[in-house]
């Protein structure tokens, strides 16, 4: 079951250029999640969801094999700061999104579109073929990262979130047939090098 039970408030959101975006990237880099940063990766989330993931339900994901399982955070060059997290469920030939969130004063500098490459990159690597999720009809920030990645909204879940709102269900097909998306090239490219 997808959790993208989301809302998005950033302060930058729509204000900020893409070459600020571009300047941002740089100065983030990813890596696994652990268990000592659930508590900041739960601070995101409390500022990011309209019914967050609670600390122990990100601390849960810890108590599963690593095989079901991939987390990432994104942390400020030199500094160590987590900025932003995602993480995703892998299935029998699938991979479903399970929470992706970037902190406020990050939002619109390419943080999440990096993150989202990274899980699919990942899902990839792990020959699964398709990567799924669900989104609120609302949350008009994440659906447009998830278009510019290429995916697309294959249906609607009916009263899906705790307060009635639909999910749309966004689905990427053939990761394994070859990169269909440019904003997934690079990072599919450099995850077959490994
Ligand atoms: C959705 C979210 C993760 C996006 O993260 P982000 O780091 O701000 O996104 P990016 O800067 O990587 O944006 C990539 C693309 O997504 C789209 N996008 C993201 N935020 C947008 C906004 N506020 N307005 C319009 N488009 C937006 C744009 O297409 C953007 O590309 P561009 O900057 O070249 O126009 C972030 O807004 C967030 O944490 N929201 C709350 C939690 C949430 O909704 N999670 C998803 C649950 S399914």
Same mark, same amino acid.
């Not at 975006?21 to 969801?49: H, T």
């Given at each position: 079951?997808?959790?993208?039970?989301?809302?998005?408030?950033?302060?930058?959101?729509?204000?900020?250029?893409?070459?600020?975006?571009?300047? *941002?990237?740089?100065?983030?880099?990813?890596?696994?999640?652990?268990?000592?940063?659930?508590?900041?990766?739960?601070?995101?989330?409390?500022?990011?969801?309209?019914?967050?993931?609670?600390?122990?339900?990100?601390?849960?994901?810890?108590?599963?094999?690593?095989?079901?399982?991939?987390?990432?955070?994104?942390?400020?060059?030199?500094?160590?700061?987590?900025?932003?997290?995602?993480?995703?469920?892998?299935?029998?030939?699938?991979?479903?999104?399970?929470?992706?969130?970037?902190?406020?004063?990050?939002?619109?500098?390419?943080?999440?579109?990096?993150?989202?490459? *990274?899980?699919?990159?990942?899902?990839?690597?792990?020959?699964?073929?398709?990567?799924?999720?669900?989104?609120?009809?609302?949350?008009?920030?994440?659906?447009?990262?998830?278009?510019?990645? =290429?995916?697309?909204?294959?249906?609607?879940?009916? =009263?899906?979130?705790?307060?009635?709102?639909? *999910?749309?269900?966004?689905?990427?097909?053939?990761?394994?047939?070859?990169?269909?998306?440019?904003?997934?090239?690079?990072? *599919?490219?450099?995850?077959?090098?490994?």
């Amino acid at each position: 079951m997808g959790f993208c039970d989301k809302s998005s408030r950033g302060r930058f959101d729509g204000v900020e250029t893409r070459s600020e975006a571009r300047r *941002a990237e740089a100065l983030v880099n990813l890596r696994p999640m652990g268990a000592d940063d659930v508590r900041r990766v739960a601070a995101i989330e409390m500022v990011s969801n309209r019914s967050p993931w609670s600390e122990s339900l990100f601390a849960g994901e810890f108590c599963l094999p690593e095989s079901r399982r991939h987390w990432l955070v994104a942390v400020v060059v030199g500094v160590g700061d987590i900025v932003g997290f995602g993480g995703i469920s892998i299935g029998v030939d699938e991979a479903e999104v399970l929470n992706l969130g970037v902190d406020v004063p990050w939002r619109r500098r390419g943080v999440g579109l990096q993150l989202c490459q *990274a899980l699919i990159a990942e899902a990839a690597n792990r020959n699964l073929d398709s990567v799924l999720l669900e989104v609120r009809v609302s949350n008009q920030s994440a659906i447009l990262l998830y278009e510019q990645l =290429g995916m697309r909204s294959i249906g609607r879940r009916r =009263g899906y979130y705790p307060d009635g709102e639909d *999910a749309a269900v966004y689905w990427m097909p053939g990761l394994l047939d070859g990169v269909s998306s440019p904003a997934l090239a690079s990072t *599919a490219k450099e995850a077959r090098l490994q």
